[in-house]
C-alpha cells in the first residue's frame, strides 16, 4: 500500500492495560458431567485445576442429593448457585418442602438463587409475572434474592433472553428480583452481535452470567446444543467478545462455565476452557476509541479491538474506510493500527 498524505490526527487512548477486575470474580462451573469416580474425586480435579465453587441443578431430590454427596466427602466445597424449575401450569409447587430445602441449602451456603420458568401448556403474561412475583417473595421468606434464570425453547421456556426477563423485573413491584445473562441463551435468541447493549440494558439487576464456546450458526434444538454449548477453545463464536462486554458495563459477579452436553469431549476440556479464561482476564486486548477531524472539521468516531500493524498491506478497513491510512499516537510510541 502507497502511503500518501495523511491527512487524519487521532488522539487514542491506548495502553497495554493490567488484568480484567474479572479476574478478582468467582469463576464457576456446572456440574452437568463432572469426571472422577466418587463425588470427592470429582471435586479434587476440579479445585485442582482451579475452580471456585459449582453451579447446580436443584430441581429434584437427587439433585440436592449429590450436593450432600459432595458436602460429604469434600466438605469445603463451595456452591456458588443453585437453579429450580417454577412450571406456570403447576405454581403451588414452588411452595412445597422440597423448594424449602432447596432454598435454605442455598441460603447456609451464600450461594445464589437461579430460577428457570417453564411454560406448560401456555404463557399468559400476566400468570408469568404472578409466578415470577411469588418466587421472589419465596426466596425473600430465605433471605435470597430471585435470579431469572432465561432459556432458550420456545416450544418449552417462558423467558428466554435476558431482554425478556428484564421486562418482568421492571414489571414487578418486588425489589428482590434480578437477572442473569447466558451466551448460549443470547446468541440462540440473535443477539450475538449486540451483547453489551443487552448486558448494559440490564444495568445492576446482573448478578450472574455463564459462558461456553460456541458456534455463530445454530439450529434453534432445545434437544440438542453442541452448536451453541462447546468448550470454551471451541467454535467460532469470538467468545471473548462476551467477556469484554462484561467488563465494559462493569459487571463484577460470578462467572459459570457452561458444561451441558459436553460428556462425549474429553476430560481436558475443564483444563483447557479454565487456563482460557484466566489468559482473557490477566491478560486483556486492548481496547480504543479513535476519533479523527478530516479537512472541513467534521468529527468521525472509531472504535473496536485493535492490534498492531506494521505491514500495510495487511491493513484491515475500517468501517466506515477514512479517506487515507491514519496513523495513531500511543502512550511509549507512534504506529499504525487496523481494526482486529
Same mark, same amino acid.
Given at each position: 500500500?502507497?502511503?500518501?498524505?495523511?491527512?487524519?490526527?487521532?488522539?487514542?487512548?491506548?495502553?497495554?492495560?493490567?488484568?480484567?477486575?474479572?479476574?478478582?470474580?468467582?469463576?464457576?462451573?456446572?456440574?452437568?458431567?463432572?469426571?472422577?469416580?466418587?463425588?470427592?474425586?470429582?471435586?479434587?480435579?476440579?479445585?485442582?485445576?482451579?475452580?471456585?465453587?459449582?453451579?447446580?441443578?436443584?430441581?429434584?431430590?437427587?439433585?440436592?442429593?449429590?450436593?450432600?454427596?459432595?458436602?460429604?466427602?469434600?466438605?469445603?466445597?463451595?456452591?456458588?448457585?443453585?437453579?429450580?424449575?417454577?412450571?406456570?401450569?403447576?405454581?403451588?409447587?414452588? #411452595?412445597? +418442602?422440597?423448594?424449602?430445602? *432447596? /432454598?435454605?441449602?442455598?441460603? $447456609?451456603?451464600? !450461594? =445464589?438463587?437461579?430460577?428457570?420458568?417453564?411454560?406448560?401448556?401456555?404463557?399468559?403474561?400476566?400468570?408469568?409475572?404472578?409466578?415470577?412475583?411469588?418466587?421472589?417473595?419465596?426466596?425473600?421468606?430465605?433471605?435470597?434474592?430471585?435470579?431469572?434464570?432465561?432459556?432458550?425453547?420456545?416450544?418449552?421456556?417462558?423467558?428466554?433472553?435476558?431482554?425478556?426477563?428484564?421486562?418482568?423485573?421492571?414489571?414487578?413491584?418486588?425489589?428482590?428480583?434480578?437477572?442473569?445473562?447466558?451466551?448460549?441463551?443470547?446468541?440462540?435468541?440473535? #443477539?450475538? +452481535?449486540?451483547?453489551?447493549? *443487552? /448486558?448494559?440494558?440490564?444495568? $445492576?439487576?446482573? !448478578? =450472574?452470567?455463564?459462558?461456553?464456546?460456541?458456534?455463530?450458526?445454530?439450529?434453534?434444538?432445545?434437544?440438542?446444543?453442541?452448536?451453541?454449548?462447546?468448550?470454551?477453545?471451541?467454535?467460532?463464536?469470538?467468545?471473548?467478545?462476551?467477556?469484554?462486554?462484561?467488563?465494559?458495563?462493569?459487571?463484577?459477579?460470578?462467572?459459570?462455565?457452561?458444561?451441558?452436553?459436553?460428556?462425549?469431549?474429553?476430560?481436558?476440556?475443564?483444563?483447557?476452557?479454565?487456563?482460557?479464561?484466566?489468559?482473557?482476564?490477566?491478560?486483556?486486548?486492548?481496547?480504543?476509541?479513535?476519533?479523527?477531524?478530516?479537512?472541513?472539521?467534521?468529527?468521525?468516531?472509531?472504535?473496536?479491538?485493535?492490534?498492531?500493524?506494521?505491514?500495510?498491506?495487511?491493513?484491515?478497513?475500517?468501517?466506515?474506510?477514512?479517506?487515507?491510512?491514519?496513523?495513531?499516537?500511543?502512550?511509549?510510541?507512534?504506529?499504525?493500527?487496523?481494526?482486529?
Amino acid at each position: 500500500m502507497k502511503i500518501g498524505l495523511i491527512l487524519f490526527i487521532l488522539v487514542g487512548c491506548f495502553s497495554a492495560r493490567g488484568q480484567s477486575p474479572l479476574a478478582n470474580q468467582a469463576f464457576g462451573v456446572f456440574d452437568f458431567d463432572l469426571r472422577g469416580a466418587t463425588p470427592g474425586e470429582q471435586i479434587d480435579r476440579l479445585t485442582t485445576i482451579g475452580f471456585d465453587g459449582l453451579a447446580m441443578n436443584l430441581s429434584k431430590s437427587h439433585d440436592l442429593a449429590r450436593w450432600q454427596g459432595y458436602q460429604l466427602e469434600r466438605p469445603g466445597t463451595k456452591l456458588l448457585c443453585g437453579f429450580l424449575t417454577a412450571w406456570l401450569d403447576n405454581p403451588n409447587e414452588i #411452595n412445597n +418442602d422440597h423448594w424449602s430445602q *432447596v /432454598l435454605q441449602t442455598l441460603s $447456609d451456603e451464600g !450461594a =445464589l438463587f437461579w430460577c428457570i420458568f417453564r411454560k406448560g401448556n401456555a404463557v399468559d403474561r400476566s400468570g408469568l409475572q404472578s409466578l415470577v412475583d411469588a418466587v421472589a417473595v419465596r426466596a425473600g421468606e430465605f433471605g435470597l434474592d430471585l435470579n431469572i434464570y432465561p432459556h432458550d425453547g420456545e416450544a418449552l421456556f417462558a423467558i428466554q433472553s435476558l431482554e425478556e426477563a428484564m421486562g418482568y423485573v421492571r414489571a414487578s413491584s418486588q425489589t428482590n428480583i434480578k437477572v442473569s445473562a447466558h451466551l448460549c441463551h443470547e446468541i440462540r435468541a440473535g #443477539n450475538g +452481535d449486540r451483547l453489551e447493549e *443487552v /448486558l448494559r440494558a440490564a444495568g $445492576d439487576k446482573l !448478578a =450472574l452470567v455463564s459462558i461456553n464456546g460456541a458456534n455463530q450458526a445454530f439450529v434453534d434444538n432445545s434437544s440438542d446444543w453442541s452448536d451453541s454449548i462447546q468448550p470454551l477453545s471451541e467454535g467460532d463464536f469470538d467468545s471473548r467478545l462476551f467477556v469484554e462486554a462484561l467488563d465494559r458495563v462493569g459487571y463484577r459477579g460470578p462467572v459459570i462455565l457452561h458444561t451441558f452436553g459436553l460428556a462425549s469431549k474429553p476430560a481436558s476440556h475443564y483444563q483447557s476452557s479454565y487456563d482460557l479464561w484466566r489468559s482473557w482476564v490477566e491478560s486483556p486486548r486492548a481496547t480504543m476509541s479513535v476519533y479523527s477531524r478530516d479537512d472541513f472539521g467534521l468529527m468521525f468516531g472509531y472504535s473496536g479491538l485493535l492490534e498492531t500493524s506494521t505491514d500495510l498491506e495487511t491493513w484491515t478497513l475500517l468501517d466506515p474506510q477514512p479517506s487515507s491510512p491514519v496513523w495513531v499516537e500511543v502512550e511509549g510510541g507512534s504506529g499504525f493500527y487496523r481494526a482486529r
